[in-house]
């Protein structure tokens, strides 16, 4: 199948973003010595935050063998960083401190308005 051709099966099944425009990040965080009661309790007070806020588009979570790991989707990595300093950094529980990295996406691939 050619590209292009790629192209039109991924822009009938949700939002592609070129290289010419921001291009959407992936957020992961190692988070050594979080736990599940931890993570929970950041979750519930940030979940209906995070849905909320400029740029979001995805969370997820699972535990890994020394804590936590955590990605995320963000629109551009500014709202990430945003959000992370205002929301995230001064909740914290003392000596958990995630080990952040960003990876720029080539691709975000979204399901079409409305679709279930």
């Known amino acids: 199948?050619?590209?292009s051709r790629f192209r039109g099966i991924f822009?009938?099944?949700?939002?592609?973003?070129?290289?010419?425009?921001?291009?959407?990040?992936m957020i992961t965080a190692e988070v050594k010595g979080?736990?599940?009661?931890g993570y929970d309790g950041m979750?519930?007070?940030?979940g209906p935050v995070i849905r909320q806020a400029k740029g979001f588009i995805l969370?997820?979570?699972?535990?890994?063998?020394?804590?936590?790991?955590?990605?995320?989707?963000?629109?551009?990595?500014?709202?990430?960083?945003?959000?992370?300093?205002?929301?995230?950094?001064p909740h914290l529980p003392p000596g958990i401190r995630p080990k952040r990295s960003v990876?720029?996406?080539h691709a975000l691939v979204r399901p079409e308005p409305g679709a279930t």
Do not use: C, Y
């Not at 822009?11 to 990040?25: L, P, Q, T, W």
């Not at 979750?43 to 940030?46: G, H, K, N, P, Q």
């Open 1 to 3: 199948m050619k590209a």
């Open 11 to 25: 822009e009938r099944f949700g939002h592609v973003r070129s290289k010419e425009v921001d291009m959407a990040v």
């Open 34 to 37: 979080q736990t599940q009661q």
């Open 43 to 46: 979750l519930a007070v940030l």
């Open 59 to 89: 969370h997820a979570a699972h535990p890994v063998e020394d804590g936590w790991r955590v990605i995320e989707l963000w629109e551009s990595k500014a709202d990430a960083d945003q959000f992370f300093a205002k929301n995230v950094a």
């Open 103 to 105: 990876q720029t996406l």
